[in-house]
Each structure stands twice: as structure tokens, then as C-alpha cells.
């Protein structure tokens, strides 16, 4: 079938709508007709080659439609029904089978791969292959195909145009707090980076009753809003130590911490804002290879632990649906980062995005 799509061709281009051949799925592909995608800082750094994905291709990874049609082997979903989309696990692996599917062994070939596990993709332009199956879903398409494991089922009145983000940034941030760190009531936090990821962390942490919670950024307006939904102390590191000052905050460093920037330079910055037994954790992605540097001799002594968080180590199925249902009383307002575009505007999502004008861009279909 003809389906519209965004492609991205080459790094730091715009993407370009184009129509596009979208094969049949298979039996154990659902077919979903896009009502909105979110837009995550992923699919710039893709688009741009952190990752090499082949080009051209369909990125977008925060997908949520209707169901269109089925694969035979699928028992799940069915047409007619609402979807959020999720990233792709082979549920087979230890790391499937344990729960953890964001650490699949499989997770970056089925994710980054640009194809089916057979090889194949689902789009062509003319005679032209376009790598597909990004984070599983290739969600820049007005309909695309999703294996089953990776749709996750929501009501009826579920509101689409902003559930996507759910299948990535959103739950990379609030699941790094609700799964990972599980900060209890009185807690300190400190989180830096207040985009998309960093501030569904916050709300995790607001909802998860922490009473210091330090927002981090070089973007003024940005802390105001975190001021306005929830941190209790914002700090521009142009011109203050950050370090210094989350130590002065919390009286000697704070219980957790959570890095969402990926730059090379706040990660160790991170570490130094724990107090004694802290727990960080690292969610803002660099380009493979990076380096950070550790005192090793100093950290000894302090009983710190840091994670390296994927996706929020969520199951997908189980904890969507907990966002929701917490969005749904009043306790986890992730809409307040949305902001709607026109498909046709995908570009303008991302430079919002890049400039720090948007946190979370929405693409409607
Ligand atoms: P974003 O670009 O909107 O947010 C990053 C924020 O970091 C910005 O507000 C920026 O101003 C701030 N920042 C930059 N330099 C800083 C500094 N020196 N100190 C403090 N803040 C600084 O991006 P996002 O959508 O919120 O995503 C955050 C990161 O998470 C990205 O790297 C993205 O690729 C990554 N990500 C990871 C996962 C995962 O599974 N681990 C999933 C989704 C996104």
C-alpha cells in the first residue's frame, strides 16, 4: 500500500515526505495507521549518524494508532484497536524472559538494524530498499508495521495524539526514577538535563514524593517550567559549580541523581552531586565510544552505585498503561511537555526540539 512518509537521507538534513511502498505485515506483524508520533532527541542523533542506521530511512520511535490489520499468528490486538507503540525484543533471551526487555540481547539489531530479522524492509521508494523497523516501529509513517510484542493495548477513550512519547522518552525518564533509582517520600534528587526525558523524570520524582528536587540545565526558560511543575531548586551551571551547589542544597550530596544531557562532562558531574551511598543513573545518550573520567580512588569510599538506564528497564505492556493510569488521577502530567505539529512540519518538531524551543514535539497524521 502508499503510505506518506518522512526520510531521512542524509545526516544533519532535513527529512524529506515522501510516498513510499509499505509491504504487507507478516504473520506476526500488526499493521497500525499513525495518529501521532513523538519526535526524541534519538531520531536527530540517528538521522546525524551517532548510530549507524542505514540511510535512507523512516525513523520515529514514539508511535500510537489503531489497528488496521493483523498477521495471522497474532492473537494480542485486533483491528479497530488502540495501540501504543514500544521497541522491539525478541522475548526469548535471558534478559526478555527476566523482564528487562530494553536490555534484550537482540535489542540493537532489532532496534538499529534497519530491516526485519529476515533482512527485509517494509518501505520502498520505487526500486529503492528504505531501512525500516527503527526502534521497531518506524513511526514517521502515516502506517507502518510493528511486531506484536512490540503494541502495547489502550482504551478505547485513550488519548493518542499523546501517548506516544510514552513508548520512549517519556518512560525512559520516569521509569530511570519508578523502576531503577526508587527514590521513597522525603528523598533529594538531582537531575540534569531538563528536556523531555529529564522532566518525566521529575514528575517520577514528584510523584514519587521526593522534597529536594534539583533541576540542572543551560536553558533558563526550561528551569522556569520545571519550577512550575514540581523542582524545588534549579541551577544554571553557566556560572554556578553545579556540584558545589546540589552539595550546599542537600547539606553534603544528594540520594540520587540522574544524568539525561549525554554530554561527555556532566556525566562525572553527576556522580559528584551523590552523597554517601547514593545511586545515579546515566540515560542521555553520546556517540559510541565516549569517555568519561572516574576517580576511582575517591569513589571507593563512597558506596555509590550508577546505573546505565535503557528505556527505563520497563515492560512496556505493564508500565504504559501504569503512566497512564497515573496521568489519568492528576499524578503523572507528562501532557504539559507536548507540543502538537503537522506531520507536514516535521522538521520545525525537530528544530523546536534542538533549540530547546519544544520538549516534547508531536507530530498528528
Ligand atoms: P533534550 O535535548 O530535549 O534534553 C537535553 C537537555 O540537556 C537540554 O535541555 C539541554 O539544554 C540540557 N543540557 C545540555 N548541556 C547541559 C549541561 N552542560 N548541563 C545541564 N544540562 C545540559 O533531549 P531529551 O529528549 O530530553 O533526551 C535526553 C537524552 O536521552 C538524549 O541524549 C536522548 O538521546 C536520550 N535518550 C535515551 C534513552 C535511553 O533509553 N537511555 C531513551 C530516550 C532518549
Sequence with gaps: MKVTAAVATAPEQPLDIRELELDDPRPLEVQVRLVASGVCHTDAIVRDQWYPVPLPAVLGHEGAGVVEKVGAGVTSVAPGDKVVLAPASCGTCTQCIGGHPAYCTKFYELNFGGARPDGSTMFRDGDTAVASNFFGQSSFASVTNVAERGVVKVADDAPLDILGPLGCGIQTGAGAVLNVLRPGPGSSIVIFGTGAVGMAAMLAAVASGCTTIIMVDIVDSRLEFARELGATHTINPRGTDPVEAVKEITGGGANFALDSTGVKFVFPQMVASLGTRGHGALVGASPLGTEAPFDIGT?????????????????????????????ARGLFPFDKLVKHYAFADINEAFADSESGATLKPVVTF
Design 299 to 327: 569513589l571507593l569510599l563512597t558506596g555509590l552505585t550508577v546505573s546505565m538506564v535503557v528505556e527505563g528497564d520497563s515492560v512496556p505492556q505493564e508500565f504504559i498503561p501504569k503512566l497512564i493510569d497515573m496521568h
